[in-house]
Nanobody
Framework: QVRLVESGGGLVQSGGSLRLSCAAS????????MAWFRQAPGKRRELVAA???????NYANAVKGRFTISRDNAKSTVYLQMNSLKPEDTAVYSC??????????WGQGTQVTVSS
């Protein structure tokens, strides 16, 4: 099991950028597949971006070309760089850890609000 703590959310104008961070506990961070999910009010939680332990990435169509997921295994941290933000990106963003795309450990989430 790994403990995850997100940071970096906030209020930004449309077109702006934010970088989210997710710090993980434990010594086996490099073995985990990591992902960012988001949930907007009244909507289902959706996968935003995923990064496997081997370096493979997957992005939701809505964020391709604007968001980048990365990790620093030495710091046990995964990042989500979000550029060209849109009001529809407003949501609570949570990071998750797991294996074989089965995410079993979750952070508490961080709010991202994009104003128009």
């Amino acid at each position: 099991q790994v403990r995850l703590v997100e940071s970096g959310g906030g209020l930004v104008q449309s077109g702006g950028s934010l970088r989210l961070s997710c710090a993980a506990s434990g010594r086996t961070f490099s073995r985990y597949d990591m992902a960012w999910f988001r949930q907007a009010p009244g909507k289902r939680r959706e996968l935003v971006a995923a990064l496997t332990s081997g370096g493979g990435t997957n992005y939701a169509n809505a964020v391709k070309g604007r968001f980048t997921i990365s990790r620093d295994n030495a710091k046990s941290t995964v990042y989500l760089q979000m550029n060209s933000l849109k009001p529809e990106d407003t949501a609570v963003y949570s990071c998750a850890a797991g294996t074989s795309a089965l995410y079993t450990d979750w952070g508490q989430g961080t709010q991202v609000t994009v104003s128009s």
